[in-house]
């Protein structure tokens, strides 16, 4: 990313690839932060990786706060998520960083819903609501699918002006994410021809 450029060919990858247009492009473009900083390949892969374990943290944190856990319970789903027997050999062994960093936005997510469902769907609700599925969907778009469907409840219990609210967040997030998105949406169909059998 940093040599090469977005969108752009790394002609030694895969005999000339474009960067990033066929994967979301979350993960590697908060890791440039550190790597900015630091200038090591490694070492700034590590430290977004355990960033990753904070912003979870905080996120777990803020939905327990909503759903009144005490902080006993709130570790235990901290550790419950990021070192259970599933995610363990799918995010640590195989390697699916991109999509852990997805899922710890998800809690936010979570916090958000339970917060506003007795509350009315303030700017403050469409303001983070579309920063944090933004988020998702730049990290990984499956994740956003499903993170998308726990707005579903809210919308089936909302009035039909904090509908309408709920139903504008899709064109914001799309507009927001329409840098790599328009480009990843083109080319999908080469996705597709990649996937073997």
Known sequence: LKEYGFHNIAPNWYNGMSVLRLYPPGFFIY?????FIIENVQLAFYISFLSIFIIGFFGIYLLGRCL???F???LFL????YSNPLTIPWFYSIGRIPEMFAWSFVFYLFAIVFYYKNKY???KFFIYSTIILSAILLAHPFVF??????????FLIKNNKERLI????LPMIFTLCAFWLIEF????????EYTPN
């Open 145 to 154: 699918i499903l993170a998308s469907s726990l707005l579903i409840g809210l």
């Open 121 to 123: 769907l303030d700017k």
């Open 185 to 192: 949406l083109k080319h999908v169909r080469e996705i597709v």
């Open 72 to 74: 006993d319970k709130i």
């Open 68 to 70: 009144n856990f005490s």
């Open 31 to 35: 890791s440039l932060i550190p790597y």
């Open 166 to 169: 709920i139903i504008l967040l």
């Open 78 to 81: 901290f550790f419950f998520f």
